[in-house]
């Protein structure tokens, strides 16, 4: 599951995510009907049209193949709130449900699933890195930071507040802007303070929340998804 976020403003990631998958042995399948999974009209209360993209989710990946996304936010969504959206719907619930345990946060997939924490990956350079909100609602804790530590040549660096908020929240970022704004600068100065040369997230939101407040206060940390330093050689 590419996501919306990744398909528009980080597509990088994705082809990393499929290219990683492929060197660890799998065979990667691709639905070209994916699209949005519904959690910005879920997030902002429009509960008609989540269910429709929900819908539209689960039959675009209804072939019972594991569901891997480059995404913790989208990945809870299926997971946590899918389930939520159908409760009470007799024939739509037993299929969030059945989605929802096939889905799985790319960090998650390689560290508890395949149990794999070296993948080969190798990457010169000082890497901080940012725990995304959403991991914590599919109980994840150091599993991306495992994979990154693994990573041959990397000096890994833990920011102060690592796992605070960035400020991003989808659609919060553009109702509550100045909120949002002191989030991610506060949360930009403590990535600042670790003098890294790579910021590592696993969310493209957060990545392009905190790289748009990087590039603006004219630092020189560039930003990666996990996927895209997994795959470096």
């Known amino acids: 599951m590419a996501t919306c976020l990744g398909d528009v403003m980080r597509p990088d990631a994705a082809v990393a995510t499929v290219r990683l998958l492929r060197r660890l042995g799998l065979n990667v399948h691709f639905p070209e009907r994916q699209t949005c999974c519904g959690q910005p009209f879920y997030n902002s ?16 990946f209804a072939d019972g193949r594991t569901v891997v996304v480059p995404s913790g936010s989208c990945a809870a969504m299926v997971r946590v709130e899918f389930p939520h959206l159908f409760h ?9 449900r059945d989605l929802a345990t096939r889905t799985f946060e790319l960090s998650e997939f390689l560290v508890n699933q395949m149990k794999v924490v070296d993948v080969g990956a ?9 725990y995304a ?3 914590r609602g599919l109980g994840l804790k150091t599993e991306a930071e495992t994979l990154i ?3 041959r040549g990397v000096e890994y660096i833990a920011p102060e507040k690592q796992d605070t908020c960035c400020g991003f ?3 919060f970022a553009v109702r509550y802007p100045q909120i949002s704004g002191a989030m991610v600068n506060e949360k930009s100065a403590c990535i600042t303070a670790t003098h890294a040369d790579v910021l590592v997230s ?3 939101g957060c990545l392009m929340n905190i790289g748009g407040a990087l590039h603006r206060q004219q630092q020189p940390i560039r930003v990666m998804h996990l996927a895209e330093l997994l795959e470096c050689r």
């Open 133 to 135: 909100c959403h991991l």
């Open 122 to 130: 190798r990457f010169e350079g000082k890497v901080a890195y940012h």
């Open 169 to 171: 929240g989808g659609s």
């Open 149 to 151: 530590r693994n990573v």
């Open 88 to 96: 009470d719907d007799a024939e739509w619930a037993p299929r969030a």
């Open 202 to 204: 696993t969310d493209a």
């Open 45 to 60: 209360g429009f509960m008609d049209g989540a269910r429709d993209l929900a819908r539209h989710t689960i039959e675009a």
